[in-house]
C-alpha cells in the first residue's frame, strides 16, 4: 500500500520538476519477475527506472549506514529496501533478494557497479539471477546528474534492453561472471546509442564542469 502510495506522489513531484520523462521499449519487459540492471549515473535514477517499470512493483538495495535513521528505516523498509553493507556484505545480500524474487511479486532494481562513482560491474548480479531462475533486463538513464539540473527540465529517458538468462550450467567462476558482465555492458552500450549516438557518460563528481556539457547535450522539453 505504501509503496503504490509513494509512487504517485513520487510520480506527480518529479513531473512537476523536471516534466513527463521519456520510458522507450516498455514491451521487452518480461513477465513476471525480473531484476531491472543498470549503470549507477546519479542518486535518483532508480526512482525513474522504477517508475518506467510500473505497474511493477520493486525491491532495493540501499547502504546499511541510511537504516540507522529511524525514520529513514521505516520509509526504506516500506519502499521494499533492504539493508546492504557494502564494506562487508554478508550472505543476506545474496538470500534476501533471491527470496523476495522467488517468493513475492517485486522484481529487483541493481546497479552491478555498486556505487554511483564506479562503472566496474561485479558478479552479485549472476548470482542472484542463477539462483532465483528470473532474467536481468539492461536499462540506461539518460537525463540530468544532479537534483539542481533537474530543475532545467533537461530531458529524461529511461530505456528497456533485450531481456536474457544466467544459463543454470554457468559456473559461478571468474569466467562466468565475466560472460554476464559482457552481456550487460553491451546493453548498456546499444541502448545509450539508441538513445544518443553521441552520448558519454561523465560523472560530475570527479569532473565537476559536466553539469555544463550534460545540460547542452538534450534538448529541453
Known amino acids: 500500500m505504501f509503496y503504490s502510495f509513494i509512487r504517485v506522489v513520487v510520480r506527480v513531484l ?49 547502504k546499511i549506514e541510511l537504516f540507522k535513521n529511524p525514520v529513514l528505516r521505516w520509509i526504506l523498509k516500506h519502499a521494499n529496501a533492504f539493508p546492504v553493507d557494502r564494506q562487508n556484505p554478508g ?41 532465483s531462475k528470473v532474467p536481468i533486463v539492461p536499462t540506461v538513464y539518460q537525463g540530468p546528474l ?39 555492458q553491451a546493453g548498456f552500450d546499444q541502448l545509450d546509442k539508441e538513445i544518443d549516438p553521441n552520448f558519454h557518460y561523465v560523472d560530475p563528481k570527479t569532473h565537476p564542469q559536466a553539469w555544463f556539457f550534460t545540460l547542452t547535450q538534450f534538448p529541453t522539453i
Open 14 to 62: 518529479v513531473y512537476i520538476i523536471n516534466g513527463k520523462p521519456s520510458f522507450e521499449h516498455t514491451e521487452r519487459l518480461p513477465k513476471g519477475n525480473y531484476i531491472l540492471v543498470g549503470p549507477h549515473r546519479t542518486w535518483f535514477d532508480p526512482i525513474y527506472y522504477a517508475l518506467a517499470g510500473s505497474p511493477k512493483k520493486f525491491s532495493f538495495m540501499a
Open 91 to 131: 550472505p543476506s545480500a545474496i538470500k534476501t533478494p533471491v527470496r523476495l524474487l522467488k517468493n513475492s511479486d517485486l522484481s529487483l532494481i541493481m546497479f552491478p557497479s555498486g556505487t554511483r562513482h564506479s562503472q566496474d560491474l561485479k558478479g552479485g548480479v549472476a548470482v542472484i539471477a542463477k539462483l
Open 146 to 184: 544532479t537534483f539542481k539540473q533537474l530543475f532545467s527540465r533537461q530531458k529524461i529517458t529511461v530505456s528497456f534492453g533485450d531481456a536474457f538468462t544466467v544459463d543454470p550450467k554457468m559456473k559461478l567462476n571468474e569466467a562466468g561472471f565475466k560472460e554476464i558482465e559482457t552481456k550487460m
